[in-house]
């Protein structure tokens, strides 16, 4: 009976000191201003005793690795594996050499360096599109002519379609024949089929 008893006692002077002294002093109370009443007698028993780390942390700690790393998993962390993820720096195997140009490129890819002039050889075929086409739909075909090509062709090649003329001999590695259509012929039927060659390279 007087367990309960003591108790409530200490609460209420707790509830007392938190509620009514904090305004008037301006400042957390001294907890406790009554150890002896607060403090039950087993902890003032405790009090002389010797600090033991173990009470504390029930015989771990925590954050600690509780097992080692094995070398094996420190090397495959720092270099990885072959056949999973390999972090060394290794030479390439599958750079080939343009046969073209000379510069090298992967493989499976188109070499930049002539790539490079396929583009530029685009655009200025489309600047030169829009100065003499304009903006409008184009419903006709588009015939490309180089400096010194018109002659080469009769008459017939040109019916129908719009000629783009270019001031400029044409590139070695422009076919005349990468603008031709390949598949089925419209003149010839849809079951007749026309195959291109891939001759004047060079």
């Known amino acids: 009976m007087a367990g309960p008893l003591l108790k409530y006692l200490t609460d209420a002077l707790v509830k007392f000191e938190y509620v009514y002294l904090t305004p008037l002093l301006r400042r957390p109370p001294t907890p406790q201003w009554i150890p002896l009443v607060v403090q039950t007698p087993q902890q003032l028993m405790e ?6 780390i173990k009470s504390i942390f029930d015989g771990f700690l925590w954050g600690v690795p509780t097992c080692r790393r094995s070398a094996e998993k420190r090397m495959m962390r720092k270099y990885g594996a072959p056949n999973w993820h390999n972090k060394l720096i290794l030479p390439r195997k599958d750079i080939k050499t343009c046969g073209t140009c000379g510069h090298n490129h992967e493989a499976g890819r188109l070499c930049p360096n002539c790539y490079s002039k396929v583009k530029a050889e685009t655009s200025v075929l489309q600047e030169k599109m829009v100065q003499e086409l304009g903006i ?5 075909e588009i015939a490309i002519v180089y400096q ?19 001031e400029k001999p044409r590139p070695k590695w422009f076919s005349k024949n990468l603008l031709q259509k390949s598949g089925p012929n419209s003149d010839l039927g849809n ?3 026309t195959t291109i060659k891939p001759h004047d390279l060079g």
Do not use: C, H, T, Y
């Not at 409008?136 to 006709?140: A, C, G, R, S």
């Not at 010194?148 to 270019?166: A, I």
């Open 191 to 193: 079951s007749e089929v």
């Open 148 to 166: 010194g090509e018109k002659n080469q062709f009769d008459d017939d090649f040109f019916k129908g379609k719009r000629v783009l003329q270019m």
């Open 136 to 140: 409008d739909p184009i419903d006709k």
């Open 47 to 52: 009090k002389d005793a010797s600090f033991d």
